[in-house]
T-cell receptor, first 112, second 117 residues
Framework: GQQLNQSPQSMFIQEGEDVSMNCTSSSIFNTWLWYKQDPGEGPVLLIALYKAGELTSNGRLTAQFGITRKDSFLNISASIPSDVGIYFCAGPDGGGADGLTFGKGTHLIIQP | EPEVTQTPSHQVTQMGQEVILRCVPI?????FYWYRQILGQKVEFLVS????????KSEIFDDQFSVERPDGSNFTLKIRSTKLEDSAMYFC???????????????FGPGTRLTVL
């Protein structure tokens, strides 16, 4: 099946710093989704991207759908303590109501 | 705000026993999903369900697994004879296509932690 590669695997940053993480695939995705997961909870949808080149914001979060359809990035500006968690990129396996393929996640840790 | 709910939050069972995990999807949603996440690993797709039938399943979803929508609100995952390696968080998700593409915007429940001893 399709695989999504996320980097970095983890990030240690100071509060207030900007964060950038990305996701790549060897095959084309028609949709990119970014989720955040807090410990012991389910993934929460942050941003959905549907068009190549699309840039979408949600508060301090900005995500872009790569032109090649094989990558996406997520930026977080002015990080705050509640941004701590694991960020996953995900995309549908194919057409229709298919399951999502998830990346392995980027673990964001904010140092006081 | 509507949300997906799951019960129980934690299920402990003996190897070989049957378990049923329950989910109540968001009320106007039409597509339903089960995923699992082994501790420390990524979320993995198990099965999708639409119009009272399975629409897609992964290699993980073998004959030990089944899903059912017994009434208008519940969506269940049954594992017939649990194995040690079934220990994981199981997440239910649902979606509704408000636009031709938005069926992919899946909303996840808080999960059920299954521990098989």
């Amino acid at each position: 099946g399709q695989q999504l590669n996320q980097s970095p695997q983890s990030m240690f940053i100071q509060e207030g710093e900007d964060v950038s993480m990305n996701c790549t695939s060897s095959s084309i995705f028609n949709t990119w989704l970014w989720y955040k997961q807090d410990p012991g909870e389910g993934p929460v949808l942050l941003i959905a991207l549907y068009k190549a080149g699309e840039l979408t914001s949600n508060g301090r979060l900005t995500a872009q759908f790569g032109i090649t359809r094989k990558d996406s990035f997520l930026n977080i500006s002015a990080s705050i303590p509640s941004d701590v968690g694991i960020y996953f990129c995900a995309g549908p396996d194919g057409g229709g109501a298919d399951g999502l393929t998830f990346g392995k996640g980027t673990h964001l840790i904010i140092q006081p | 705000e509507p949300e997906v709910t799951q019960t129980p939050s934690h299920q402990v069972t003996q190897m070989g026993q049957e378990v049923i995990l329950r989910c109540v999807p968001i009320s106007n949603h039409l597509y339903f999903y089960w995923y699992r996440q082994i501790l420390g690993q990524k979320v993995e797709f198990l099965v999708s369900f639409y119009n009272n039938e399975i629409s897609e399943k992964s290699e993980i979803f073998d004959d030990q697994f089944s899903v059912e929508r017994p009434d208008g609100s519940n969506f269940t995952l049954k594992i017939r004879s649990t194995k040690l390696e079934d220990s994981a968080m199981y997440f239910c998700a649902s979606s509704v296509p408000t636009t031709p593409s938005s069926y992919n915007e899946q909303f996840f429940g808080p999960g059920t932690r299954l521990t098989v001893l």
